[in-house]
C-alpha cells in the first residue's frame, strides 16, 4: 500500500514537473524595445544591466561591462541599435545607427561575423526592437517581411 502511495505521487510530481517546465518554454517572454526604452541600459547606471540591439536584436552585455560600461572604451556603442558602427567597426557619433543604408559588402560580411561570432555567441538576446515591427505611429509595420531584407536572415527572428 505504502509503495504504490510513493509511486503514485512520484508520477503525479513527474506530471506536475513536466507540465511546467513546457509551460515556462511556451510563455517565454518577447521583449519589445522602443529607442526610449534601450536608451535606458546605456550602462550610465551602476548595477542595472547595459543592452545593446545589432540588427534590431537587443542583447544583453552586461557581463562585457569592462567594454560597455560608463567610461568604457565602447561605451557610445549601448543603449541603441549600433547595427552600422558595428558593421564599420567604427565608433563616429553618424554610425551610431540602425542603418545600414549603403554599407559595403564586406562591411556587411564583417557585420554578420560580430553578429554571430562575438554576439549571439557571448549574450543573452533580451528582445527586438519595435523599429522592425511598428511604424512611427506605434501601428503594426505590414510591409515588414524580414525574407525581404538582406541584412537579416530568417533564424534571427523571432
Ligand atoms: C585601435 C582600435 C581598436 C583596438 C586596438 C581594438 C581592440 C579590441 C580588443 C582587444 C577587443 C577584445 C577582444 C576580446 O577580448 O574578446 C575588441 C573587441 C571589440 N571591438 Fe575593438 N578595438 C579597436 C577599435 C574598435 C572600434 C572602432 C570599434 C567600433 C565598433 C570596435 C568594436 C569592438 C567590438 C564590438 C568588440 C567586441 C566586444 C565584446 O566582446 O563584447 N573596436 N576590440
Not at 63 to 80: C, D, I, Q, S
Request: charged share 25%; with cysteine; proline share 5%.
Amino acid at each position: 500500500m505504502f509503495y504504490w502511495r510513493s509511486v503514485l505521487i512520484y508520477a503525479l510530481l513527474n506530471v506536475c514537473s513536466s507540465n511546467d517546465s513546457k509551460i515556462k518554454n511556451a510563455s517565454k517572454p518577447v521583449r519589445l524595445f522602443t529607442d526610449e526604452e534601450l536608451q535606458r541600459y546605456d550602462g550610465s547606471e551602476d548595477g542595472q544591466p547595459i543592452y545593446m540591439a545589432i540588427k534590431g536584436v537587443v542583447f544583453d552585455v552586461t557581463t562585457g561591462k569592462e567594454f560597455y560600461k560608463k567610461g568604457a572604451p565602447y561605451n557610445a556603442l549601448v543603449g541603441k541599435d549600433s547595427t552600422r558602427a558595428v558593421a564599420k567597426m567604427s565608433l563616429d557619433p553618424a554610425d551610431l545607427t540602425h542603418d545600414t543604408t549603403g554599407l559595403t559588402e564586406s562591411q556587411l560580411q564583417s557585420l554578420e561575423k560580430i553578429f554571430t561570432g562575438t554576439y549571439k555567441t557571448k549574450y543573452p538576446v533580451v528582445g527586438y526592437t519595435s523599429r522592425r515591427l511598428l511604424n512611427e505611429d506605434g501601428s503594426p509595420n505590414k510591409d515588414f517581411k524580414p525574407e525581404d531584407q538582406p541584412q537579416f536572415s530568417i533564424k534571427d527572428e523571432f
